[in-house]
């Protein structure tokens, strides 16, 4: 079973940073793919970016260019480094295993970009 606690988000005007954290508990954590999701008011959650157990890494075209996964495999924790943020990309942030694990789904982190 894993646990999945995020950290990170806050308040931001548009075309700052911030960096998000998800600290995993388990032992599979270093063997399997890991995500960021993300949920929009009225809208379903979507992917937003994924990176292999070998650190292998894909986007969504709406943050390619401006976010970037990486994981410490060591620590267990995946990060999600947001620069060039724009008010589209407020929404609660999730991580998850890839494909996700519905019972390890978290609280998230509230992401809210300013205009």
């Known amino acids: 079973q894993v646990q999945l606690v995020e950290s990170g988000g806050g ?17 599979i ?6 995500g960021w999701y993300r949920q929009a008011p009225g809208k379903q959650r979507e ?3 994924v990176i292999t ?15 970037t996964i990486s994981r410490d495999n060591a620590k267990n924790t995946v990060f999600l ?7 589209e990309d407020t929404a609660v942030y999730d991580c998850n295993t890839y ?3 519905p019972r390890a789904w978290g609280q998230g982190t509230q992401v809210t970009v300013s205009s």
């Open 29 to 34: 954590f270093s063997s399997t793919a890991m």
């Open 11 to 27: 308040l931001v005007q548009a075309g700052g940073s911030l960096r998000l954290s998800c600290a995993a508990s388990g032992s």
């Open 47 to 49: 992917l937003v970016a």
């Open 53 to 67: 157990k070998g650190g292998g890494t894909n986007y969504a075209d709406s943050v390619k260019g401006r976010f």
């Open 99 to 101: 494909p996700a694990f």
């Open 81 to 87: 480094q947001m620069n060039s943020l724009k008010p």
